[in-house]
Nanobody, 125 residues
Framework: QVQLVESGGGLVEPGGSLRLSCAAS????????MGWFRQAPGKEREFVAA????????VYADSVKDRFIISRDNAKNTVHLQMNSLKPEDTAVYYC??????????????????WGQGTQVTVSS
């Protein structure tokens, strides 16, 4: 069982930056692929970014590529999402997720087994 706790959300002006963090419990964190998803009001949950545990291979949604950076620290059981050049359309609840199928990176939420409670990110002037 893995428990995930997100932090770092908040209100930021367009063009600003935020760094989300996700702390994970468990002794096998490095074997999990970790992902970030987001869900805006009235919309489906969508993929943002993912990172493989063994070698740090990453994948991003086109909408955030070149603006967001996902990273992880296996020694500290944490994963981060650095969000730069934020836009109003980035406003959503952001969720951290863990996949026990750790040999690839995944964009589908169905591949993830554990989820955090979410943290709100609001981009507005």
């Amino acid at each position: 069982q893995v428990q995930l706790v997100e932090s770092g959300g908040g209100l930021v002006e367009p063009g600003g930056s935020l760094r989300l963090s996700c702390a994970a419990s468990g002794r096998t964190f490095s074997s999990y692929t970790m992902g970030w998803f987001r869900q805006a009001p009235g919309k489906e949950r969508e993929f943002v970014a993912a990172i493989r545990g063994s070698d740090g291979v990453t994948v991003y949604a086109d909408s955030v590529k070149d603006r967001f950076i996902i990273s992880r620290d296996n020694a500290k059981n944490t994963v981060h999402l650095q969000m730069n050049s934020l836009k109003p359309e980035d406003t959503a609840v952001y969720y951290c997720a863990a996949s026990a199928i750790g040999y690839s990176v995944y964009a589908s939420p169905t591949q993830y087994h554990y989820w955090g409670q979410g943290t709100q990110v609001t981009v507005s002037s």
